[in-house]
Nanobody, 116 residues
Framework: QAHLVESGGGLVQPGGSLRLSCVAS????????VGWFRQSPGKNREGVACIRSGPTDTYYTDSVKGRFTISQDHDKNTVYLQMNNLKPEDTAVYYC?????????WGQGTQVTVSS
């Protein structure tokens, strides 16, 4: 059975950093387009970053360019989202998504709160 599990969220001050992890089980994450999405109260879920292998290609939404980095460890079947220089507007629940053909898997989300 396929699962995605996110971790690494928490409370951080503005300007701080967090690294989110998305671990896959039951399927090979490297075959999938993997995205990080976020949703804050009263707002639609938005795509933050995604990565695709073979060759590696990445995408970032404008608001996080230069601050967030998405990467993948095939040996660990894991995708990471390194978030630097965090801002209060980055506060949201962050979700990992793996998509390939008709497969569309979501994790349960991890809360990121940026506040002083």
């Amino acid at each position: 059975q396929a699962h995605l599990v996110e971790s690494g969220g928490g409370l951080v001050q503005p300007g701080g950093s967090l690294r989110l992890s998305c671990v896959a089980s039951g399927f090979t994450l490297g075959w999938y387009t993997v995205g990080w999405f976020r949703q804050s109260p009263g707002k639609n879920r938005e795509g933050v970053a995604c990565i695709r292998s073979g060759p590696t290609d990445t995408y970032y939404t404008d608001s996080v360019k230069g601050r967030f980095t998405i990467s993948q460890d095939h040996d660990k079947n894991t995708v990471y989202l390194q978030m630097n220089n965090l801002k209060p507007e980055d506060t949201a629940v962050y979700y990992c998504n793996g998509r390939y053909a008709t497969d569309d898997y979501w994790g349960q989300g991890t809360q990121v709160t940026v506040s002083s």
